[in-house]
Nanobody
Framework: EHMVESGGGFVQAGGSLRLSCAAS????????IGWFRQAPGKEREFVAS??????SYELSLKGRFTMSRDDAKNTAHLQMNNLKPEDTAVYYC????????????WGQGTQVTVSS
């Protein structure tokens, strides 16, 4: 299974970006799809995920970030509003056939840079 992110870029603080994730392969196996991010010098952290019909968010991001999934198109999206400089990171799309545990499939990542 192949995950490809797009939609990253450069934005000023307070702006918005919409990331997309295109999944290919045996996508019917992707029970979970999610997003992680990694900022320079920091560990990778969870952003959001959809498991079955349930959506989870990192608590500090809830309200600014919204994740959606379109199984018919094998895509997922992450709408990010009111972006802050601390949101600057590489964002990764992930997928997995299991309902929990480590994700098996990772994209290459897309850079998001938020200027102050």
């Amino acid at each position: 299974e192949h995950m490809v992110e797009s939609g990253g870029g450069f934005v000023q603080a307070g702006g918005s970006l919409r990331l997309s994730c295109a999944a290919s392969g045996r996508t019917f196996l992707l029970y979970r799809i999610g997003w992680f991010r990694q900022a320079p010098g920091k560990e990778r952290e969870f952003v959001a995920s959809i498991t079955g019909g349930s959506i989870s968010y990192e608590l500090s991001l809830k309200g600014r970030f919204t994740m959606s999934r379109d199984d018919a198109k094998n895509t997922a999206h992450l709408q990010m509003n009111n972006l802050k400089p601390e949101d600057t990171a590489v964002y990764y799309c992930v997928g997995d056939p299991k309902s929990d545990g480590p994700y098996d499939y990772w994209g290459q990542g897309t850079q998001v840079t938020v200027s102050s």
